[in-house]
C-alpha cells in the first residue's frame, strides 16, 4: 500500500443586481430572513456540467431559507471584482465554484474578515483565512476506481485519460489512474493527453480519435463541455470493445454503448454543511469530498459483471480505509 501525501471593496455599481445579471444570472427570489448567500462560476450554469452543479447547490440552500445569487462565466481576472460586488451588496456568505479562484478568495477574504467565504482547492492550503471555508474536491481519490475499472475493461492493456489542462489536480487524477491500474493485478499502461481547453468539442474529437488509433480501447476523460467531442470520436467504434467514462454529471445519453461509468459530483452537500458550521460560528475549516460526502462513482449498465465488481470493490476498499490514494500532484512526465 502507497503513503499517504498531504499534500478594499471597489465603488459599487449602481445596482448590484443590475451588475450581476449582465454577467449572467441572478436569483434572489426566496430566502426571507435567511443568510444572504453568493456563488461566483466559471462557466455557464445551463452546463449540464460543473457550473449546473453549483446552481443546484444553490438552489438547495434556497430551499433551507437562505436568499441567493449568482455570477456565470466570470474568468480569472474578473473575479476579484466580483466577489467586491457581492461584499458591497451585503452577503453573508460567497462562495466561489473553482479551484482557479482560491488565490482571489483568500485575498478578498482577508480584507474583509466580517464576511464569510468558500473557496475550492485541491488539497489544504496554508494560510488559510479565518473566514474561509475550503472545499477540498479530492479529485484524485475518486479517479482509482476508474483506474481498476479501467484495467478490467480494456482487452488491448491500453488505457487513455483525456484532460483540459494540464494542472496539478489533472496530474493527481492520472497517477490515482495509475495507481489503480498498479492494483488491480492487470497488465495495462496508461496514456495522458491534454487538449488545453476543458470546453474546446473539436479538440477533444481528435485526441480521442488520435488515442484509439493508437489502441488505447478506454478513455478517462477529465472535461466539461469538451466531453462531447469525446463522445463523438467514439461513435462508429465497436461496442464492448471501447469504453469511455466522464465526470460530474451522468452524460450516458450521449453514447450509452460506449458509456462505462461517471465519476459523480454532488456540492449540495458540501454547501449545507459549511452553511451549518457557519451558522453555528465556526467561520474556517476544510471540508473534503469523497464517497458519501458529495462523490461517487456510478457505473454504467453495459459494463461486463467482472469489471463493475471489481470497481465496486475499490470504491468500497477507499471508503473503508483498507486502500488510501496517494495524493500525488507532480507534473506528468
Same mark, same amino acid.
Given at each position: ?27 434572489? %427570489?426566496?430566502?426571507? +430572513? ?35 445569487? &449568482?455570477?456565470? %462565466? ?14 458591497? +451588496? ?29 473557496? @475550492? ?18 479529485? !484524485? ?24 489542462? %494540464?494542472?496539478?489536480?489533472? &496530474? ?6 495509475? $495507481? ?28 480521442? %480519435? ?47 454503448? !460506449? ?18 458550521? #457557519?451558522?453555528? +460560528? ?7 469530498? +469523497? ?7 456510478? #457505473? ?25 490514494? @496517494?495524493?500525488? $500532484?507532480? @507534473?506528468?512526465?
Amino acid at each position: 500500500m502507497r503513503p499517504v501525501r498531504r499534500l478594499a471593496a471597489v465603488a459599487a455599481a449602481l445596482s448590484l443586481g443590475l451588475a450581476l445579471t449582465a454577467c449572467g444570472g441572478s436569483d434572489e %427570489s426566496g430566502g426571507g +430572513g435567511g443568510d444572504k448567500v453568493a456563488g461566483i462560476f466559471s462557466g455557464p450554469v445551463t452546463d449540464a456540467d460543473l457550473n449546473a452543479l453549483g446552481l443546484d447547490a444553490l438552489k438547495a440552500a434556497e430551499k433551507d431559507g437562505a436568499e441567493i445569487s &449568482y455570477a456565470e %462565466s466570470v474568468a480569472v481576472p474578473d473575479i476579484e471584482g466580483k466577489l467586491r460586488q457581492y461584499v458591497s +451588496g451585503g452577503y453573508s456568505v460567497v462562495w466561489t465554484h473553482g479551484s482557479q479562484f482560491y488565490d482571489a478568495t483568500a485575498k478578498v477574504a482577508a480584507e474583509n474578515p466580517d464576511v464569510n467565504f468558500i473557496a @475550492e482547492f485541491d488539497g489544504v492550503p496554508e494560510d488559510q483565512p479565518e473566514n474561509l471555508w475550503v472545499i477540498d474536491r479530492n479529485f !484524485h481519490t475518486v479517479f482509482y476506481p476508474l483506474g481498476v475499472l479501467a484495467a478490467n475493461l480494456s482487452s488491448s492493456g491500453k488505457v487513455g485519460y483525456l484532460g483540459g489542462l %494540464s494542472l496539478p489536480f489533472s &496530474y493527481a487524477e492520472v497517477h490515482a489512474l495509475e $495507481q489503480g491500474i498498479e492494483d488491480s493485478g492487470k497488465d495495462a499502461d496508461l496514456k495522458p493527453v491534454w487538449t488545453g481547453d476543458f470546453n474546446d468539442t473539436v479538440k477533444a474529437t481528435q485526441f480521442t %480519435s488520435q488515442l484509439l488509433s493508437g489502441g488505447n480501447d478506454v478513455i478517462v476523460t477529465s472535461l466539461n463541455l469538451g466531453v462531447v467531442g469525446a463522445f463523438e470520436a467514439m461513435k462508429g467504434t465497436p461496442a464492448g470493445k471501447n469504453w469511455i467514462t466522464v465526470k460530474y454529471t451522468d452524460k450516458s445519453a450521449n453514447d450509452p454503448e !460506449h458509456y462505462a461509468a461517471t465519476v459523480l459530483y454532488d456540492f449540495a452537500k458540501p454547501l449545507q454543511a459549511i452553511l451549518d458550521e #457557519i451558522e453555528g +460560528g465556526t467561520r474556517t475549516g476544510v471540508y473534503v469530498m +469523497g464517497f458519501g460526502k458529495g462523490a461517487d462513482v456510478s #457505473i454504467g449498465d453495459n459494463v461486463p459483471a467482472e469489471a463493475k465488481k471489481a470497481a465496486e470493490q475499490a470504491v468500497a476498499d477507499v471508503e473503508s480505509g483498507a486502500t488510501e490514494v @496517494e495524493l500525488d $500532484q507532480s @507534473e506528468v512526465k
